[in-house]
């Protein structure tokens, strides 16, 4: 009989190994609602050199109406250390993309101008890092980040190639087995 390659101690290992290099993706969608003249932080813990996409919008009563100023957000995302990564004055709707210089807590603030009578603006927010930022094309800038370090087809590859050099170090090691054993007539 043929070596036997399959283990479940194999699958586990190439399933560390991908969440190793691809890093467990995370995403957040929120809504919530925003009162005027009020901030609303969320923060997120991303890791270094972690791809991170961000989308938000104001949801409108009226679909193509224009929302007046004191509706609209002002957003700012900044790194564990304070620099700013995002800012965007009184816009209805917008994204961000970065990979991350720092590790440690992301945070994106929201917040609506003060106004009188007081408003409440309801905010659709969705935050994407790691591999769940798939869709970064759609946001990041070019020359923003290498595409090498976070296509599929290059990490399948790698994975792959692990495989094969465990499954030829096991074929190696029952080939020396069958050389030490008892050869029974």
């Known amino acids: 009989m043929g070596p036997s390659f399959f283990c479940p101690s194999l699958v586990f290992l190439l399933w560390a190994l991908v969440m190793v290099f ?44 224009s929302l007046p100023d004191h509706q609209k957000l002002t957003v700012r995302v900044t790194s564990p250390y304070g620099n700013s990564v995002h800012f965007s004055d009184l816009v209805e709707s917008g994204n961000f993309a970065f990979t991350s210089t720092e590790a440690g807590d992301y945070m994106a603030c ?25 869709d970064w094309p759609n946001v990041a800038k070019k020359g923003q980040i290498d595409v090498r370090d976070l296509s599929p087809n290059s990490v399948c590859l790698f994975c792959l190639q692990i495989l094969h050099q465990m499954i030829a170090a096991a074929a190696a090691e029952e080939e020396e087995e069958e050389e030490f054993l008892p050869q029974k007539n």
């Open 22 to 65: 691809l890093g467990i993706p995370s995403v957040q969608s929120l809504r919530f609602d925003l009162p005027s003249g009020h901030t609303k932080c969320i923060a997120e813990d991303i890791k270094i050199n972690a791809m991170t996409v961000g989308q938000y919008n104001v949801v409108k009563n009226e679909e193509g109406a």
């Open 110 to 134: 929201f917040w609506v101008a003060d106004h009188k009578p007081p408003t409440t603006v309801t905010v659709e927010f969705v935050w994407k890092t790691g591999v769940a930022a798939k």
